[in-house]
């Protein structure tokens, strides 16, 4: 038998790492990723104009309030009390009264140069003062369909509080039993900027990170720098996690400045609640969305590929998140489902309760819950995923 073979002293001792090397790899790999984004003049077009312009136009230019409308009024009684109503619809409501008569009324909403028109009957002094009943007609042109149903409540509301006024001053009515008073919270003159402004800077939120964290996957897939990392002695959870921490760093702090410079400052829309809470809820939620955005840039070869798989899914993410149409208008099924996987719900929750009512952690904490688990889910598959297709592991 020959003698046992002696050890090599010559060979190179196992590779350890120590959680000070991942430490050091991980804030290297954060720099790259903070210069590759710094070297891309596009990209930081996007980031800014996403949290300056993007918010300021959606917030000021997409209305759904009325303002400044022109009313054909067709005045058939000619009493105080129709003058009374005419003098009533004044701006910023009404922009302009046009007198009709009961010919023109067709050609103008047919047309479409009158969207309302008011026609008040002969006799309509008489008939309210002899307390016999009354009918106002309104004619509106529902083509226009969110102006036409709220412009007719406030036209409604208008009209039968100055019949409500002329009959009191004639002694006519008797106090109602119940009267009910309205009083309207987080939002006294229901403007739709003070809305759809934070709601734009969470839409940009979920866009940018999904778009900025795999188009830097995708970008050294292209370029061939990802192999440059592969003979580094790095694992993929530090590659990962430097995409996911770099990238989530920039858009939370351009979300930040946009709350406090462009919604709180340019817009006038006062913010509630605690900005770093939100800000933590929103990393939370960064580590999802950025997790999904590495996982579609490992599904996807190229850019081009990698912007028709992101179309759709950011397309039902926003529109099923209570961003854009309340959660309770779903089906109960589907509600279900989307709060089950998809993390946008419990953060347009979390933005909104914190941001407008000024919520606390004692309030928030199921929704930061909620973001922590999806997001560790959405990292976790990701990873294997990210392992298996970069790494072949």
Known sequence: MGSPATPDRTAPAPFRIGLGTHAANLFRLIVKELRSIRADPVMLFLVVYAFTFAVYSVASGASTEVRNLTVGVVDEDQSDLSRQIV?????????????LTPAEIDPAMDTGRLVFVIELPPRLQMDVLSG????????????????AGNGSIYLQSIIAQEVARFAARSDLTDTAPVQVVTRAKFNPNLQTSWFTSVMQVIN?????????????LIREREQGTVEHLLVMPLVPVEIMLAKVIANGLVILVGAGLSLVFVVEG?????????IPLFLFGAGLYALAVAALGILLGTIASSMGQFGLLVIPILLLMQLLSGSSTPMESMPFWLQIVVQTVSPTPHFVALAQAVLYRGAGLSVVWPQLLALAALGSIYFAFALTRFRRVIFGV
């Open 204 to 216: 940009n939120i979920t866009l940018l990170t999904v778009i900025l964290t795999g188009a830097a």
């Open 132 to 147: 016999r009943p009354a009918e106002v007609q309104l004619g509106v042109d529902a083509t226009a369909m969110t102006q």
């Open 87 to 99: 003098s009533a619809l004044n701006p910023p409501l009404v922009k302009s009264v046009v007198a």
């Open 266 to 274: 340019w817009l006038g829309v006062p913010i509630s609640g605690s």
